[in-house]
């Protein structure tokens, strides 16, 4: 078993390099399957979830080198299997982009439900209406979803909700089909802007990505190309809360500050003083509390959820009470106990969260119950007073590459150590 292990109340000084984004890559390996070339991806961020999506191309049958440490090229033309097993499929949630990719350029896949993790439920029938209204059939049996097509058309769909997943997927799936799709009530997240660059780069027609409304018309043939993914915005943003939360002044470099902006206007309301370049932000702590805050998550460009943990652990240090309100998920507070045994005053009552400040954490053992609650964690260890060992660190390494390594370039006491004894089960989002 690994673990973290922060020795606090270091601050943090210096330069931290932003990958790729995690849900942007997500999306746009399985993309790839659609080009009738190689495609060249840069600024792939090498995290979990992207091994995992790259074994299931290589098995598949595409032909996947790296060209460098974060320059992959796909070649997907040899690709013949349509089946994505449950043992990969449960590893991480992004895996139900291989429905729309492979039933548009097979007209069948055969892809096992999402792996979920515990953020409560996560139903993809937003996913299923899209397949179904561009013309296809689909089943679901002994947790296989099967969805098959004759021929594919164009059409015109209202999401009930706003939802990335849908919307990638209803994007990927209606990119070669007989004339226009539009979708209406569709989710904007940078990601989303970013899959449609790429498609668009392999000679797709998607127009309107970013904002509420996406019109794609089907084109015959998509064909290689050499693209790079955008940053990570969660990633640049838990560094953010993180050099915030231990003081000192730090550059977050490779970002893109317009994607920051609901992040940066938080921590600006707290009393955190933030200077803006054209591809870099700069942070400069506090020695004294935060003011206290209320914030609720939204889709973009709203408060993002997956900054809602990392958020609530900055909180815990202001000063007075905050109140979080979680509008996306139903249970995005499992990291509240873990904080509890770190001195936090945290209550939660259904999908709000009341944070009253403390004078100050102190390190404790505790257990990443998800990816970002992992982050959380690791934002009270870089502040709290002591030794905190994080467990089940596999959630966090789906998502921040090398971030021990980052960290102590900043000057953060935080190593990675082995202890006997297995991981948790693997399961992801
Ligand atoms: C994506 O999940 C991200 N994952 C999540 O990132 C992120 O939290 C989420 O978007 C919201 O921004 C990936 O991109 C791989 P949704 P996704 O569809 O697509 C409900 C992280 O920490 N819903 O926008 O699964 C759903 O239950 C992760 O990096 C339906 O009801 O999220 C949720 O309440 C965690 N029916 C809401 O919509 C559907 O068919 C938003 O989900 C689909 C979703």
Not at 332 to 361: H, P, Q, T
Request: charged share 25%; hydrophobic share 45%; net charge negative.
């Amino acid at each position: 078993m690994e673990k973290f292990i922060i020795n606090g109340g270091h601050k943090l000084n210096g330069d931290i390099y932003i990958s790729g984004a995690k849900n942007a890559a997500v999306a746009i390996l399985p993309a790839a399957i659609l080009a009738d070339g190689p495609c060249i991806l840069e600024n792939v961020p090498m995290i979990n979830d992207v091994s995992v999506c790259l074994k299931i191309l290589s098995e598949m049958g595409a032909d996947v080198k790296m060209l460098n440490k974060s320059t992959i090229q796909i070649d997907a033309r040899h690709i013949r299997d349509t089946v994505v097993p449950y043992e990969k499929a449960r590893l991480f949630r992004a895996s139900y982009y291989f429905m729309g990719a492979l039933l548009t350029k097979f007209n069948h896949a055969k892809v096992s439900m999402p792996g979920g993790c515990a953020l409560g439920d996560r139903p993809i029938d937003q996913h299923l209406k899209c397949f179904k209204a561009l013309g296809a059939n689909y089943s679901i049996e002994s947790g296989i979803v099967e969805i098959t097509a004759d021929r594919l058309y164009g059409t015109q769909i209202y999401f009930d909700k706003i939802t990335v997943g849908a919307t990638i997927n209803a994007m990927l799936a209606a990119v070669k089909v007989d004339g226009l799709t539009i979708l209406e009530n569709a989710a904007k997240e940078p990601h989303i802007v970013d899959l449609a660059n790429f498609l668009n780069s392999m000679g797709a027609e998607i127009m309107g990505a970013g904002t509420d409304v996406i019109k794609i018309r089907g084109v015959k043939k998509l064909t290689g190309t050499q693209y790079a993914i955008i940053p990570d915005q969660i990633e640049a943003g838990t560094y953010m809360v993180a050099a915030a939360a231990a003081g000192g002044d730090v550059t977050i470099r490779n970002v893109i500050p317009k994607h920051l902006e609901p992040i940066s206007s938080k921590l600006e309301k707290m009393g955190v003083i933030i200077e803006e370049h054209d591809d870099s932000l700069r942070i400069i702590g506090s020695n004294r509390p935060y003011e206290r805050m209320n914030l609720k998550t939204m889709p973009h460009p709203g408060f993002p959820t997956d900054m809602q943990p990392q958020f609530a652990a900055l909180l815990t240090l202001s000063n007075g009470t905050s109140i979080i309100t979680e509008s996306i998920y139903e249970d995005r507070f499992r990291y509240v106990d873990e904080l509890r045994r770190m001195g936090a005053d945290i209550s939660v009552d259904g999908k709000v969260a009341v944070i009253e400040g403390v004078d100050k954490l102190t390190g404790a053992p505790v257990k990443a119950a998800d990816l970002r609650a992992g982050a959380a964690l690791i934002i009270a260890g870089l502040c709290a007073k002591g030794v905190t060992e994080i467990e089940d660190i596999f959630h966090i390494e789906r998502g921040y590459e090398d971030l021990a390594a980052k960290l102590r370039a900043i000057g953060a006491d935080i190593v990675k150590r082995e202890f006997p004894g297995p991981d948790a089960m693997r399961i992801a989002m």
